[in-house]
């Protein structure tokens, strides 16, 4: 089992800031990959950025590349996506997610989830 507790989310205004963090704990060795998906009402949910538990290849979508960056903080566990120049189509539930696999980009690929943190980018 792994657990994941994300925080971070909040309020900001367009063209502003925030830094999610996901903290992981248990049997963390079996993590491939860390992701960060968001999800809307009424829509799926979608891969955001990811990145091996190494720290290594990191990946993004295309609407945020240059704006977001994961990293990942060997010593604490943690994953982070620090997101910049905020837009407000930006706004939805972040989630972090493990999986097993290295090339995990899909939902059903994720075993592990956190409990989501909302991200509100007013115009």
């Known amino acids: 089992q792994v657990q994941l507790v994300e925080s971070g989310g909040g309020l900001v205004q367009a063209g502003g800031s925030l830094r999610l963090s996901c903290a992981a704990s248990?049997?963390?060795?079996?993590?491939?990959?860390v992701g960060w998906f968001r999800q809307v009402p009424g829509k799926e949910r979608e891969i955001v950025s990811r990145?091996?538990?190494?720290?290594?290849?990191?990946l993004y979508i295309d609407s945020v590349k240059g704006r977001f960056t994961i990293s990942r903080d060997n010593a604490k566990n943690t994953v982070y996506l620090q997101m910049n120049s905020l837009k407000p189509d930006d706004t939805a539930v972040y989630y972090c997610a493990t999986s097993a696999g290295r090339y995990a980009l899909t939902p059903p690929s994720y075993g592990y989830w956190g409990q989501g943190t909302q991200v509100t980018v007013s115009s």
């Open positions: 248990g049997r963390t060795l079996g993590i491939g990959v």
């Open positions: 990145i091996e538990w190494s720290g290594s290849n990191p």
